[in-house]
């Protein structure tokens, strides 16, 4: 499997916005993205159905997050808004290839290809 290659991480100043891209390739069912800070969980950011585009959301994020794919180019998009220090972590990409159920779209588990993670770094 070719593995998800995500873009457009950096530092921002609070309140600021990024965009995350991330490469899509290989059968697709749905797409993900998790964050994880030091010495946390990675956890659940937002997922998108990669046919239907279905979108899913921690809940804590929805408002500020947007996620949206682009078939022709292969992309996955993060738009991320009103960020904030705690946004700060490293951003990972992820393929669920076949339908495993909603539930699984929220679990790291539930999806079988990474990418190796963008540095997004919010200053306060």
């Known amino acids: 499997q070719v593995q998800p290659v995500e873009s457009g991480g950096g530092l921002v100043q609070a309140g600021g916005s990024l965009r995350l891209s991330c490469e899509v390739s290989g059968r697709t069912f749905a797409m993900g993205w998790f964050r994880q800070a030091p010495g946390k969980e990675r956890d659940f950011v937002a997922a998108i159905t990669w046919s239907v585009r279905k979108t899913y959301y921690e809940d804590s994020l929805k408002g500020r997050f947007t996620i949206s794919r682009d078939i022709a180019k292969n992309l996955v998009y993060l738009q991320m808004n009103s960020l904030k220090p705690e946004d700060t972590a490293v951003y990972y990409c992820?393929?669920?290839?076949?339908?495993?159920?909603?539930?699984?779209?929220?679990?790291?588990?539930?999806?079988?290809?990474w990418g190796q993670g963008t540095q997004v770094t919010v200053s306060s």
């Open positions: 992820a393929r669920a290839t076949f339908n495993q159920g909603e539930d699984s779209l929220f679990r790291p588990g539930g999806y079988d290809a």
